[in-house]
């Protein structure tokens, strides 16, 4: 297995050699035969042990075998301990789902702080069969097929082409002592019962199943690049990003003859799981959402916007004092006295200083707001109306800010004045408000 595994490093992991190394040992048969191979093939390895304290004094058991065999060996070791079920109750999830977020946490603080340039873990084909059972059993597209990548940025994985088997008689040949979990002989998880009892029943249906498996997860992820490289395409027809917001056109989305697939593929990375709810979202009506932890996926007419989510201001209103010169939250304004008035803008106003009320205020629109915009001779307008009529889409209208003097609006910012406050032949302060 030595000459198999350095030909494996040989052709597909090159980048190695001459890296620092860290690798993460449990004291377990597969991370230890790693440590060995690598070891004589004179790679720079450290070693790092997550002690997750799950098995009493078991757990402390492999930390000290690992920390005898790094010395006996010089090798550098850097060990951890984790209160994993203190962790998992606070976050609300499963020991396993805590176990390995504490682990590569700190596998990539160590990468940061020792020097490192990659960690290596023990998975094998093995492993890699179990979680593509594990997926099956779920539910899962093709990504969850595919199983586990054998890189994943500084996550290094290179015994995924070698079997349990072959670990064992590696290990027994060379005298290699290990560690064995006892929680490996229970079958409360998932994992255990399909290794126990599903693998086997398929090794024996056909002794060469895990050649048979590694040969359909190629063919598989070459499907997986073709999906990937047409949705791509498809996505630049069909897409348009306008500074953090994504717009799908919706009419260019439902003449493709498998639009679902598509935005499960756009979709997916950014945290969505309600995905029947995301369908019918293209043919709802306006405004109905769908949200993950960090997004938002809205209708709007005839398209799907796509935004982070921002979390909500504390502060709701901002207060303008009388003699402020400007403001720089939550937009830029700024307010001077002037003689006279030029042409004005969407981005510039002139106002009778007289008629204003203090502390302004800045907020965003209600539900029900009027103003009477200036040129129409006092009529008064919705503020919906006006952004009907100047075509926004829910999240234009839910970025706009209203300059306020008392209950009345002074300005619907970047839009429209108010008629009320605009200068006339009695007035003799004239205020300029500036949107920079």
Same mark, same amino acid.
């Given at each position: 297995?030595?000459?198999? @595994?350095?030909?494996?490093?040989?052709?597909?992991?090159?980048?190695?050699?001459?890296?620092?190394?860290?690798?993460?040992?449990?004291?377990?048969?597969?991370?230890?035969?790693?440590?060995?191979?690598?070891?004589?093939?004179?790679?720079?390895?450290? /070693?790092?042990?997550?002690?997750?304290?799950?098995?009493?004094?078991?757990?402390?058991?492999?930390?000290?075998?690992?920390?005898?065999?790094?010395?006996?060996?010089?090798?550098?070791? @850097?060990?951890?301990?984790?209160?994993?079920?203190?962790?998992?109750?606070?976050?609300?999830?499963?020991?396993?789902?805590?176990?390995?977020?504490?682990?590569?946490? $700190?596998?990539?603080?160590?990468?940061?702080?020792?020097?490192?340039?990659?960690?290596?873990?023990?998975?094998?084909?093995?492993?890699?069969?179990?979680?593509? =059972?594990?997926?099956?059993?779920?539910?899962? +597209?093709?990504?969850?097929?595919?199983?586990? #990548?054998?890189?994943?940025?500084?996550?290094?994985?290179?015994? =995924?082409?070698?079997?349990?088997?072959?670990?064992?008689?590696?290990?027994?040949?060379?005298?290699?002592? $290990?560690?064995?979990?006892?929680?490996?002989?229970?079958?409360?998880?998932?994992?255990?019962?399909?290794?126990?009892?599903?693998?086997?029943? =398929?090794?024996?249906?056909? #002794?060469?199943?895990? =050649?048979?498996?590694?040969?359909?997860? +190629?063919?598989?992820?070459?499907?997986?690049?073709?999906?990937?490289?047409?949705?791509?395409?498809?996505?630049?027809?069909?897409?348009?990003?306008?500074?953090?917001?994504?717009?799908?056109?919706?009419?260019?989305?439902?003449?493709?003859?498998?639009?679902?697939?598509?935005?499960?593929?756009?979709?997916?990375?950014?945290?969505?799981?309600?995905?029947?709810?995301?369908?019918?979202?293209?043919?709802?009506?306006?405004?109905?959402?769908?949200?993950?932890?960090?997004?938002?996926?809205?209708?709007?007419?005839?398209?799907?916007?796509?935004?982070?989510?921002?979390?909500?201001?504390?502060?709701?209103?901002?207060?303008?004092?009388?003699?402020?010169?400007?403001?720089?939250? #939550?937009?830029?304004?700024?307010?001077?006295?002037?003689?006279?008035?030029?042409? +004005?803008?969407?981005?510039?106003?002139?106002?009778?200083?007289?008629?204003?009320?203090?502390?302004?205020?800045?907020?965003?629109?209600?539900?029900?707001?009027?103003?009477?915009?200036?040129?129409?001779? +006092?009529?008064?307008?919705?503020?919906?109306?006006?952004?009907?009529?100047?075509?926004?889409?829910? /999240?234009?209208?839910?970025?706009? $800010?209203?300059?306020?003097?008392?209950?009345?609006?002074? $300005?619907? /910012?970047?839009?429209?004045?108010?008629?009320?406050?605009?200068?006339?032949?009695?007035?003799?302060?004239?205020?300029?408000?500036?949107?920079?």
């Amino acid at each position: 297995m030595l000459q198999k @595994f350095q030909n494996h490093l040989l052709h597909n992991f090159q980048f190695l050699r001459g890296k620092k190394i860290l690798i993460a040992t449990s004291g377990g048969k597969d991370s230890m035969v790693m440590v060995h191979l690598l070891q004589h093939l004179d790679y720079e390895i450290g /070693i790092a042990h997550c002690n997750f304290q799950l098995r009493g004094i078991e757990s402390f058991g492999d930390q000290n075998f690992v920390q005898e065999y790094a010395s006996a060996n010089n090798i550098s070791i @850097f060990i951890t301990q984790f209160d994993t079920k203190a962790f998992s109750e606070d976050y609300k999830i499963s020991t396993q789902v805590a176990a390995r977020e504490l682990r590569y946490n $700190w596998f990539y603080e160590l990468l940061e702080t020792e020097k490192y340039d990659y960690i290596l873990t023990a998975h094998h084909a093995d492993d890699n069969l179990e979680t593509f =059972l594990i997926n099956l059993s779920r539910g899962t +597209g093709l990504e969850g097929l595919i199983g586990i #990548p054998e890189q994943n940025e500084k996550v290094v994985r290179p015994l =995924l082409a070698f079997s349990q088997e072959e670990m064992e008689e590696y290990a027994i040949l060379h005298g290699i002592q $290990w560690r064995e979990d006892s929680s490996n002989a229970s079958d409360k998880y998932l994992r255990n019962k399909i290794r126990h009892h599903v693998v086997p029943l =398929l090794k024996e249906l056909n #002794p060469n199943f895990l =050649l048979s498996f590694h040969k359909t997860q +190629g063919y598989l992820q070459q499907a997986q690049d073709m999906v990937d490289d047409a949705a791509i395409m498809v996505y630049q027809q069909v897409a348009q990003q306008d500074g953090d917001t994504i717009y799908f056109d919706l009419k260019k989305l439902q003449k493709l003859p498998n639009y679902k697939s598509y935005l499960y593929q756009w979709l997916n990375e950014f945290g969505f799981k309600a995905w029947v709810d995301i369908y019918d979202l293209v043919d709802s009506q306006s405004g109905k959402c769908v949200y993950s932890s960090e997004y938002r996926l809205l209708k709007d007419r005839d398209s799907l916007l796509l935004s982070r989510l921002n979390e909500e201001d504390e502060i709701q209103e901002y207060a303008i004092l009388e003699n402020q010169k400007e403001v720089n939250i #939550p937009l830029n304004l700024s307010f001077c006295k002037v003689a006279d008035i030029s042409i +004005g803008s969407n981005k510039t106003i002139f106002v009778d200083a007289d008629k204003l009320h203090y502390p302004l205020v800045l907020r965003h629109w209600n539900e029900g707001d009027h103003f009477q915009p200036f040129g129409m001779d +006092g009529k008064s307008k919705k503020i919906s109306k006006l952004f009907k009529d100047e075509k926004l889409s829910l /999240i234009e209208k839910e970025s706009k $800010w209203l300059l306020c003097s008392n209950t009345e609006i002074v $300005w619907v /910012i970047g839009l429209r004045q108010d008629e009320r406050f605009r200068i006339d032949n009695t007035t003799k302060n004239i205020l300029k408000i500036q949107l920079e």
